[in-house]
């Protein structure tokens, strides 16, 4: 057991959140930056909007749901990065500017043929789809106005769109572009949806934090609380809104720019989404109340933070935004909401406090993490690891374990609950079992949705680094990834076909990597994940005559699927 102590918790691979301040909003002359489609700008996703475990990095231009459209260098540059994903931002393009700021452009359907040279070069050299490499400032200058790409879908985009940021092109930060003079017609002011009293008191912010809805009523921006004049709290007490913008000629529930509490005319809270780091993208889990959306679905913009949950949207921050009034007396709430307009919501209400005396300190039901410190936890058959900076909040930690299923090659390791978040992912090790030595090769973890979290074999265990808590067993991966082709069968005439295309997939740990040859050498294969479809081009690199195709696909366990067809060009 000493031995298990020392040696498992050698390294992990994620970063400690440093949750660093932003820097001063750089000046730019007026009609500095060109808009990037030549299209009226309406915007299906706005800067630091709440998404799935992320802050939203830029805007969203629609595309009235089509691919195609030019994109256009926003100002003088060269490209100064380019990228090639299977999702994430898919097809990307970084220019960078003389005034410190790089302009990003995402999910692109094809490159300029400048772009797409240098990117094939690259792919070749490197024999991979996957392309990530930097240029320098001769390679590819451009000027503003120039088409650098065409609008896409590629990547993790859930539609046709072009994502568009902008950058701080020393320290990476990801700046509002609608704070930097790319301007939208918005004149709708946003709406309040509902009005939420927390009791925060001594204890975690957890799934277990007592509160209190609020139905809000109101027109023009003008809301109040319905049939209620004076809010009676107690103890220590947090704010939280429900809350969307609109804008001209869009339907879409877009995020909101600024928040604003006042007490008694002292500004006690504000949120201003201009700029941040990308360590703090997921601590948008801390900037709502993660275990209501969870677990119904409702987002609810939390109006004070919890002890590790501050991002540099916070601008002003009194006691944490927490409120504990030690008087009897009637006091004046205003809550307001802005977006990037300058369109305003403002919900006005009154509290008064009933009781003025706090609770007894916190009392835990399992084990208390403390989120400003290392934490472990280990059993006979389970160790975890949890870094600094992985908790938002002290974290009230409990486990269990049930028996084996008939799906299951272990226990069910129950980890705490999904309701509370994780800031990093966290090192988790399962042991193997004696009876499953002859399969520990191809042993995985998954999750409850038997989804894999990873599966690397270290000193008896198998390891794995999941970013949420929940259920998690071990599963054997032994099955080869299926490979189906489209438009070519053995020995066939394919002179008048531009491509050959197939479909492929994985049934646990997912597709690792594919390689394509012809004649023995390397070829490139695209790949749309989404779609799960593979394919080439053909190039001048394949000439007349019969040619030899083989096609090799792997998944996470390295489980390899090969498939060779003969054909004629």
Not at 102 to 112: D, G, I, K
Request: charged share 20%; with cysteine.
């Amino acid at each position: 057991m000493r031995f298990f102590r020392a040696a498992l918790f050698v390294f992990c691979l994620f970063p400690i959140s440093s949750f660093s301040q932003p820097d001063k909003l750089p000046e730019i002359p007026p009609n500095y930056f060109l808009n990037p489609l030549d299209l009226k700008l309406f915007l299906s996703g706005t800067f630091g909007e709440i998404r799935t475990n992320h802050f939203h990095s830029g805007i969203d231009i629609k595309t009235n749901q089509r691919e195609g459209y030019p994109v256009y260098a926003v100002a003088d540059g060269y490209i100064s990065r380019l990228r090639v994903q299977i999702g994430g931002f898919g097809n990307a393009v970084y220019i960078n500017h003389p005034n410190g700021l790089t302009s990003v452009y995402a999910h692109l359907q094809r490159f300029n043929s400048k772009i797409s040279l240098a990117i094939k070069n690259y792919q070749y050299l490197r024999e991979s789809f996957e392309a990530d490499f930097p240029l320098t400032p001769i390679e590819i200058p451009v000027k503003k106005g120039d088409i650098i790409a065409w609008s896409g879908n590629t990547g993790g985009s859930a539609g046709p769109h072009l994502h568009f940021e902008v950058r701080n092109t020393k320290t990476e930060q990801t700046i509002n572009p609608l704070a930097l003079g790319i301007k939208i017609q918005d004149d709708v002011k946003p709406q309040i949806n509902g009005f939420y009293i927390y009791k925060i008191n001594h204890a975690p912010f957890n799934e277990f934090t007592p509160k209190q809805y609020f139905q809000t009523m109101g027109t023009n921006g003008k809301y109040t609380l319905n049939k209620v004049s004076v809010v009676n709290v107690s103890g220590k007490i947090g704010f939280g809104l429900v809350t969307h913008d609109l804008m001209n000629g869009s339907g879409n529930r877009n995020g909101i720019y600024s928040t604003t509490i006042w007490l008694d005319n002292e500004k006690i809270y504000e949120t201003q989404a201009d700029q941040f780091y990308f360590d703090q993208t997921r601590a948008v889990n801390a900037y709502i109340d993660y275990p209501s959306k969870i677990s119904s679905g409702r987002v609810i913009e939390k109006g004070f933070i919890s002890k590790g949950g501050k991002t540099s949207f916070h601008k002003t921050l009194v006691n944490n935004g927490i409120i504990y009034l030690q008087d009897n007396n009637i006091h004046d709430v205003k809550y307001l909401v802005k977006d990037a307009n300058g369109n305003e919501a403002v919900l006005n209400f009154k509290i008064k406090s009933i009781d003025t005396n706090l609770p007894s300190p916190y009392k835990a039901r399992g084990t208390l993490f403390n989120h400003e410190q290392e934490n472990t936890f280990i059993k006979e058959d389970i160790a975890i690891k949890f870094l600094k900076g992985t908790f938002y909040d002290d974290v009230d930690f409990t486990y269990s374990k049930s028996a084996k299923t008939s799906n299951s090659l272990s226990p069910i390791h129950i980890i705490h609950n999904k309701l509370t978040p994780l800031h990093q992912a966290f090192e988790l090790l399962l042991k193997v079992d004696s009876s499953l030595n002859k399969m520990k090769d191809k042993l995985v973890i998954v999750n409850e949705s038997g989804i894999y979290q990873g599966g690397e074999l270290t000193n008896g265990y198998i390891r794995a680094y999941p970013k949420s808590f929940g259920r998690f067993y071990l599963k054997v991966d032994s099955i080869a990834p299926n490979v189906t082709p489209i438009n070519i069968v053995d020995h066939a005439n394919l002179s008048l076909q531009k491509a050959i295309s197939f479909k492929i997939g994985d049934n646990l740990s997912g597709i690792k990597e594919f390689k394509g040859y012809i004649n023995g050498k390397w070829i490139l294969m695209e790949y749309d994940y989404k779609r799960g479809l593979l394919w080439h081009n053909f190039d001048e690199r394949t000439g007349f005559g019969k040619h030899t195709f083989t096609l090799v696909v792997s998944d996470m366990k390295k489980n390899t699927k090969t498939i060779q067809l003969n054909f004629f060009r």
